[in-house]
């Protein structure tokens, strides 16, 4: 059984950073993901990495502000966000799949409750 527990939300101003961390326990051979899901829309895909391998996938509106990192030892998931703008206001969930890479929410079969991330103009 896979569980994941996400932290490190916060509010903070355009231009901002975040790090976010999602505890896991019970993994084994999984890539691991962010979404995200603001009021009124669908669940998004963000980032993902390899557990085993730390390959690393984004989301085109992500690349070169968000890193996406894990640390084996401490069974934790990480998504460093820098140059946060409004648009990312949303909860952010760390979710668990299996071997193959994939950016589709129904792929991924265990998920964190998430953790609110606010930007303000």
């Known amino acids: 059984q896979v569980q994941l527990v996400e932290s490190g939300g916060g509010s903070v101003q355009d231009g901002g950073s975040l790090r976010l961390s999602c505890a896991a326990s019970g993994l084994s051979s999984y890539v691991m993901g962010w979404f995200r899901q603001a009021p009124g829309k669908e669940r998004e895909f963000v980032a993902a990495i390899s557990w085993r391998t730390t390959s690393t996938y984004y989301a085109e509106f992500v690349k070169g502000r968000f890193t996406i990192s894990r640390d084996k030892s401490k069974n934790t998931v990480y998504l460093q966000m820098n140059s946060l703008k409004p648009e990312d206001k949303a909860v952010y969930h760390c979710?668990?799949?299996?071997?193959?890479?994939?950016?589709?929410?129904?792929?991924?079969?265990?998920w964190g409750q998430g953790t609110q991330v606010t930007v303000s103009s």
């Open positions: 979710a668990a799949t299996g071997i193959c890479p994939t950016t589709t929410p129904a792929s991924y079969h265990s």
